[in-house]
């Protein structure tokens, strides 16, 4: 029992890691990096091509996912993972240090997008070997509870990100936020490395990886495999998981940005209504796991996928109405449904690929659902709005469920 804590503990720091990175990134491009990092023009030009930095990351994330998954389909799982922590904090690290525009003309955000580049990078193979971690040390009947843990990470992360950035809301006017304070996030994230690299030093190779050593059963070229011998359950999970990123980064990125921007809220008040809202997706991982054991992982993200639809046409108005109460029932409804089309993808990702080949497939098939799920979510989301109105701002996430949830049920799947 003390080892399977240990590999869910190791599973779960390196996704809250991945998800602090990501989102105080996420955090500053709404509110600083536009202002700092990109020449003067309109603040809602600004605020576009900031997001636009935030997208290049799911782009680099796919050749993350290459080439880690192929070194953690020939290798083993624990070395692929310690890497993968190391080149994503040292990124999110180096940009703490970054001038800006002012300083150095287009160099500022020229850099600023290179370490963007290498979060996604880093991030590729993150998720995925996090993922096998958790499930390839489960017991039996318990795959998709051990493949939740690490999907609590993206709460958990953001409960530290968003938790920062409130603190440093309260204690530093704005220009010292603008100034200096908005650095100490990305400096901090070197705590949460240290840590995870302490714990996933200490871990050793999954079971059933290490049969594949054993038997010597590694594939040549994991990726290309993947994409000759399984192409259907490629395509079946890199749809599947689009939903759960235009869900997370439309209630959390866009949602910000437009709550302070265009509805005029306070900062650190929008950041609390945040916070409270993502202990609801908290919950509703920790049910997709439970639920998922006792039905299957496809089932209940079908069931989160056919929920999303309406809350994403219900999410704008709720928005737009510019009440606490209606942005936090917004908020809470959407990173709820968010935790069922997210939390059983730990399960349902990796019973998709036979273990020789997991670790590539299951993160080339998140990281390009990446792409089209959350890549251009704020951009899109942005335009929604400005086009029509506010309730226009959801119809990209209910678009991405109806996407996920006919990948899923074209999917005849076997070993869910």
């Known amino acids: ?127 995925g070997g996090a993922a096998l971690l958790a499930t390839e040390n489960a017991p039996p009947g318990w795959r998709a509870r051990f493949g939740m843990v690490p999907q609590l990470g993206a709460p958990v992360g953001f409960l530290f990100a968003n938790g920062l950035f409130l603190l440093l809301g309260r204690y530093l006017d704005d220009a010292q936020f603008m100034s200096w304070g908005w650095r100490i996030p990305f400096l901090a994230s070197a705590i949460l490395v240290i840590l995870g690299l302490w714990i996933r030093l200490k871990i050793t190779e999954t079971p059933e990886f290490a049969v594949i050593l054993e038997r010597q059963e590694a594939a040549k070229a994991p990726a290309i495999a993947v994409i000759r011998e399984h192409p259907g359950a490629l395509l079946a999970g890199t749809f599947a998981a689009v939903a759960c990123f235009a869900i997370f980064y439309i209630t959390t990125a866009f949602a910000l940005g437009y709550g302070t921007a265009t509805l005029g809220i306070a900062r650190e008040h929008f950041l609390v209504l945040q916070l409270i809202a993502i202990m609801f997706m908290a919950l509703s991982i920790i049910l997709s796991g439970w639920w998922s054991d006792v039905r299957s992982p496809r089932s ?98 209910s678009a991405a469920a109806a996407l996920s949830l006919i990948a899923l049920m074209a999917r005849n799947h076997r070993r869910a």
């Open 300 to 397: 209940v993200l079908i069931a989160g996928c056919v929920m999303s639809v309406p809350m994403g046409i219900a999410f704008g108005p709720l928005l737009g109405l510019a009440s606490d109460a209606g942005i936090l029932l917004a908020l809470s409804s959407g990173l709820s449904v968010m935790g069922f089309v997210y939390g059983p993808l730990g399960a349902f990702l990796p019973s998709l690929f036979p273990v020789r080949l997991r670790y590539s497939g299951i993160s080339f098939a998140f990281n390009m659902g990446g792409i089209f799920g959350g890549a251009l979510a704020p951009i899109v989301a942005t335009a929604l709005v400005a086009r029509w109105s506010a309730s226009a701002a959801g119809l990209y996430m």
């Open 1 to 127: 029992m003390w080892a399977h804590r240990r590999v869910l503990t190791a599973s779960l720091v390196g996704t809250a890691v991945e998800f602090y990175d990501f989102y105080i990134y996420a955090t500053a491009a709404s509110l600083v990096f536009g202002p700092l990092f990109f020449p003067s023009t309109s603040p809602a030009t600004q605020l576009m091509a900031s997001y636009a930095s935030f997208a290049v990351a799911f782009f680099a994330r796919p050749l993350g996912a290459a080439v880690f998954g192929h070194y953690g389909d020939k290798i083993g799982r624990k070395s692929t993972l310690v890497v993968s922590l190391m080149l994503m904090g040292g990124s999110t690290l180096a940009i703490a240090f970054l001038p800006t525009y002012q300083a150095i003309g287009f160099w500022a955000p020229l850099l600023l997008c290179l370490m963007r580049f290498g979060q996604g990078f880093g991030l590729g193979g993150e998720w």
